[in-house]
């Protein structure tokens, strides 16, 4: 049986900000978040134009802040920021596949081919905080370079406490279907990563050897969805779910920023809707917070609170 709090929400980036967690967290106070990745650059130089630069996690009940980078020391001094911050684990991302990332970075996916780098990095972070350290990463560099088992012993060596695994190559990004190893022989906690969605998707994950599971694309438009698989929960009024959402980013973003970042959102939590389309093209075209309300409304028949 895995256990509450090794269901985790993947790292998204522009996703998985404070206002999402904190929708989530309203359906499943137990579970486990981890933050949308943050380069350690940024971090270190504190860059303004980034409110998650300055994120505090001490009210976040169980969070890891997620960073990435290539130089060993800066990450060290990100995580000891980030734990000074209240973060409650530190996970290093070594799958990112985007280029600005894994080739022009040499971080990320870049980490599963440069073993070396990858471990002194894990060792840094680790030796630089006193919660635990954990690694995100994927099968390998491609179908010729399938060698995560290797950098899980180089984490467990490092101390590194568990691995979420997505069954993806970085060749692969994130087309085709997800592929699960078999990782009973695995020295550490080993997290399942990649397609999961379901309560079935997760019983074979436990039949696999993982320890956990970690839900990415499935939670997007339903920050229920753990609740959902857990406990049954079906949300009788979307509406005030999605409206909360809008309130919460503009709180955090302001107007001017917030609008135009929530219409993913808004998108994903009417796909499948009769008059999806229609509702995605006008959400599209809005500036205004208020119009946005109205418009939301009016689609989930809701009324919005002053
Ligand atoms: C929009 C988007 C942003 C992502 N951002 C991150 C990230 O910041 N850090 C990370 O380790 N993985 C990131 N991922 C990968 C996911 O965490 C996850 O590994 C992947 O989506 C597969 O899981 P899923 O099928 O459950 O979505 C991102 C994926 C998507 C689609």
Same mark, same amino acid.
Request: hydrophobic share 45%.
């Given at each position: 049986?895995?256990e *509450?709090?090794?269901?985790f929400?993947a790292?998204?980036?522009?996703?998985?900000?404070?206002?999402?967690?904190t @929708?989530?967290?309203e359906?499943?106070?137990?579970?486990?978040? #981890?933050?949308?990745?943050?380069?350690?650059?940024?971090l270190v130089?504190?860059h303004?134009n !980034?409110?998650?630069n300055f994120?505090?996690?001490?009210?976040?009940?169980?969070?890891g802040?997620? &960073?990435f %980078?290539?130089?060993?020391q800066?990450?060290?001094?990100?995580?000891r920021?980030?734990?000074?911050?209240?973060? *409650?684990w530190?996970?290093?991302?070594?799958?990112?596949?985007v280029? *600005?990332? /894994?080739?022009r970075?040499?971080?990320g996916a870049?980490?599963?081919?440069?073993h070396?780098?990858a471990g002194?990095?894990?060792r +840094?972070?680790?030796?630089?905080?006193?919660?635990?350290?954990t690694?995100?990463?994927r099968?390998?560099?491609d179908?010729?370079?399938i060698?995560?088992?290797?950098?899980?012993d180089i /984490?467990?060596?490092?101390g #590194?406490?568990m #691995?979420?695994?997505?069954?993806?190559?970085r /060749?692969?990004g994130?087309? %085709?279907?997800a592929?699960h190893p078999?990782?009973?022989?695995c020295p550490?906690?080993? &997290? +399942?990563?990649?397609?999961?969605?379901? /309560?079935a998707?997760?019983?074979?994950?436990e *039949?696999?050897?993982?320890?956990? #599971?970690?839900?990415g694309?499935?939670?997007?438009g339903a920050?229920w969805k753990? +609740?959902e698989?857990?406990? %049954?929960v079906?949300p009788?009024?979307? %509406?005030a779910i999605?409206?909360r959402?809008?309130?919460?980013? &503009?709180?955090?973003?302001?107007?001017r920023a917030?609008v135009?970042?929530f219409?993913k959102?808004a998108?994903?939590?009417?796909?499948?809707?009769q008059g999806? @389309? +229609?509702?995605?093209?006008?959400?599209?075209?809005?500036?205004?917070?208020?119009?946005?309300?109205?418009?939301? !409304?009016?689609?989930?028949? !809701?009324?919005?609170k002053?």
């Amino acid at each position: 049986m895995i256990e *509450k709090q090794n269901f985790f929400v993947a790292p998204l980036a522009g996703i998985t900000d404070r206002p999402f967690r904190t @929708v989530v967290r309203e359906f499943s106070p137990d579970a486990s978040l #981890v933050t949308e990745m943050i380069s350690c650059h940024s971090l270190v130089e504190m860059h303004k134009n !980034c409110p998650r630069n300055f994120d505090h996690y001490e009210t976040e009940g169980n969070i890891g802040t997620q &960073i990435f %980078g290539a130089n060993v020391q800066m990450m060290a001094d990100a995580a000891r920021i980030l734990a000074d911050n209240g973060a *409650k684990w530190i996970d290093i991302n070594m799958g990112c596949p985007v280029p *600005k990332v /894994a080739t022009r970075a040499n971080a990320g996916a870049y980490l599963m081919r440069n073993h070396k780098l990858a471990g002194e990095i894990m060792r +840094a972070v680790v030796g630089a905080v006193d919660i635990p350290v954990t690694v995100k990463t994927r099968l390998g560099w491609d179908n010729e370079h399938i060698d995560w088992r290797e950098l899980v012993d180089i /984490a467990a060596d490092s101390g #590194v406490r568990m #691995v979420a695994l997505h069954g993806r190559t970085r /060749a692969a990004g994130y087309d %085709g279907v997800a592929i699960h190893p078999d990782v009973h022989d695995c020295p550490i906690p080993i &997290i +399942a990563n990649g397609d999961i969605k379901d /309560a079935a998707d997760i019983s074979q994950m436990e *039949k696999l050897g993982y320890s956990g #599971v970690m839900l990415g694309r499935a939670m997007l438009g339903a920050p229920w969805k753990l +609740a959902e698989i857990n406990d %049954g929960v079906i949300p009788q009024d979307v %509406g005030a779910i999605v409206l909360r959402h809008l309130d919460l980013v &503009i709180d955090y973003y302001g107007a001017r920023a917030g609008v135009p970042l929530f219409r993913k959102h808004a998108a994903w939590y009417s796909a499948g809707c009769q008059g999806a @389309v +229609a509702f995605r093209v006008a959400v599209n075209q809005i500036t205004d917070v208020a119009e946005l309300k109205d418009k939301i !409304c009016e689609f989930w028949g !809701c009324v919005a609170k002053i």
